[in-house]
């Protein structure tokens, strides 16, 4: 189990975009805020003002994710995260407003997985090692079959796919390797203990850690 950082901010972003809270063009304010005694602040320790929700989850700014999230509700980034096929989280009471800067740990496999759901514009399938058994004289014993589900709405999803082609910003992206069109989040825990960078078109899913 890991925290995922900043690559958990994509969630409340599709949740936003899907309940009429926010759009790609809306502007969200990126300052000073204490929500009790949580006193939150960006990696850099610095604040931008106000720019789109696109520009915030590009530049990858911790306050705007938060006011996305307590608009929200906690309960309502845990439903869509189950749906998506993540395990690991409990109860809304053991959470506050850091689940969506990734403070919750999950596992890296099942954070693939949840990607996959942007990928696959909505669909849930679940993550499997063994594609196929063969005996020796290559007889097919075992050949998996992959049952997809629906679990999200895919014109949220298109939308935040569209932002995250702006992940990194540098035109063609370096790390597409053969030139195609790749959405990418990145993530750093607290303390920068843990990094991460999700990669993924309809064709892939990549998830990298650092730690």
């Known amino acids: 189990l890991q925290q995922p950082g900043s690559s958990a901010k994509p969630i409340t972003y599709y949740n936003a975009f899907r309940d009429g809270v926010a759009a790609p063009g809306t502007q969200l304010l990126d300052i000073p805020i204490q929500i009790g005694n949580y006193k939150p602040k960006n990696s850099d320790g610095r604040f931008t003002g106000m720019h789109s929700a696109r520009k915030q989850l590009v530049d990858s700014r911790n306050i705007p994710a938060i006011i996305l999230l307590e608009s929200l509700g906690v309960n309502k980034y845990l439903e869509t995260s189950k749906d998506m096929g993540y395990t690991t989280f409990g109860d809304a009471s053991q959470y506050g407003p850091s689940i969506t ?19 696959n ?26 049952k997809k589900t629906q679990v999200a709405d895919p014109k949220p999803l298109y939308l935040v796919n569209d932002v995250l082609l702006g992940v990194p910003s540098a035109t063609p992206n370096p790390f597409s390797g053969d030139g195609r069109q790749v959405a990418a989040k990145t993530g750093t825990s607290e303390d920068q203990r843990d990094t991460w960078y999700v990669m993924y078109s309809p064709d892939f899913v990549t998830v990298g850690w650092l730690g």
């Open 121 to 146: 514009g909505g669909d849930y399938i679940e993550h499997e090692v063994i594609l196929k058994i063969e005996d020796k004289q290559g007889n097919v014993i075992y050949e998996l079959e992959s």
């Open 101 to 119: 800067l990734g403070a919750a740990d999950v596992k890296p496999v099942e954070h693939a997985q949840a990607f996959g759901v942007f990928a």
